[in-house]
């Protein structure tokens, strides 16, 4: 009787944590620990897929989609720089919906990805029929860690190669799969004792073998978009159209608050020398984070700069920050509301 009772309990505790995660492929439900995509997938192989994150949040007590309309677009445009087919936007919407409503109460966020399946001309058809692989549709919510948004990060400085920067205007607006280089930078950094990379760009008349880190341009972050307020209230971003970066869905609803809230705004091509002069304070800008502080800059030892740490003057050790962020992210949230339907 003991070990029945013992083996029901773990058998409830079990489905419990499978009941906390929804997964869904093509519209079918299917259990989050047992999704498959075929190893002859150029998505599997070589990250030749787009995906989205979308955030879920509670509307008059009701799981959504944040900005779900903006995302489906960035999609979409994604999707037909690679050439890539999607299945029809509204079904995709419908999809994204039913994960939200499993998400009980939950905070969590959506992660959609479509691979592009092998078989068709010029990704595996000379494989044989045995081994063609069917285009997927991938659904899944999981949960976001608790002080994820607020907890205040430190960054590296890091030059990023593999970042277009501009140079080539076809690579823009792509949320490619193979973010396998971004997550390396990542590594770089927490090996420099950072909790995540600043990518700074190539070229914009610097020398490669140029080893001062300011003179070199702000891009974003491996997974995130970043922006400041100046000393003087005006909120800054690097321009993704001038610099040929995905666009950022966080950077642009918090442009949109801003100019709300009637705070300037600044978008340009800003070298790391001027945000460490003008920066009051920094934000990691992310669909999980929001706007997350960022404590410091940590400069490499074999950097020129004076300081390994520049640290920035408004956020404290708890995280909190000046009235701006409180502010903004209210307004974010009235400009979201109205990217929720179509």
């Known amino acids: 009787m003991f070990f029945l009772r013992n083996l029901e309990n773990l058998i409830s505790r079990q489905s419990f944590k499978a009941s906390k995660y929804f997964a869904s492929v093509d519209g079918v439900r299917v259990d989050p620990a047992s999704i498959s ?42 999707a037909e720089s690679i050439a890539l087919e999607l299945p029809d936007r509204n079904l995709i919407e419908r999809w994204i919906r039913e994960a939200c409503l499993s998400a009980g109460d939950e905070k969590g966020y959506i992660r959609l ?73 990542t590594r770089l950094a927490r090996a420099a004792g950072a909790q995540d990379a600043l990518l700074l760009a190539r070229g914009w008349n610097v020398a490669d073998d140029d080893e001062c880190l300011e003179r070199r341009v702000v891009l974003d972050g491996p997974q995130f978009g970043v922006g400041w307020i100046t000393k003087s209230g005006v909120l800054e971003l690097p321009d993704w159209r001038q610099l040929g970066m995905l666009e950022s869905i966080t950077s642009t609803v918090l442009v949109q608050a801003a100019m709300h809230l009637g705070i300037p705004v600044n978008l340009g091509v800003f070298t790391l020398d001027h945000l460490l002069k003008n920066a009051n304070e920094l934000w990691l800008l992310s669909t999980t984070t929001d ?24 956020v404290d050790h708890d995280g909190n920050s000046s009235p701006f962020r409180s502010k903004l992210l209210e307004a974010m949230a009235l400009i979201e509301s109205r990217y929720d339907k179509r």
């Not at 995509?37 to 897929?49: E, N, Y």
């Open 37 to 78: 995509v075929s190893v002859w997938d150029p998505s599997f192989l070589r990250g030749d897929g787009v995906f989205e994150g979308i955030r879920i949040v509670n509307r008059q007590g009701k799981m959504e989609p944040r900005a779900v309309q903006l995302h489906l677009d960035r999609l979409v445009r994604s």
């Open 113 to 185: 990805v479509v691979t592009r399946g092998a078989g068709a001309p010029g990704y595996g058809e000379h494989l044989g029929e045995c081994l063609i692989a069917p285009r997927k549709t991938i659904i899944l919510w999981q949960p976001i860690a608790p002080g994820h948004s607020t907890t205040p990060r430190t960054l590296a400085p890091i030059i990023a190669p593999f970042h277009p920067a501009g140079l080539f205007k076809q690579w823009n607006t792509v949320k490619y799969l193979s973010y396998g280089a971004n997550l390396h930078a």
């Open 291 to 314: 706007l997350c502080p960022i404590r410091a800059i940590a400069f490499p030892e074999t950097s020129s700069t004076n300081n390994n740490y520049f640290h920035l003057p408004v």
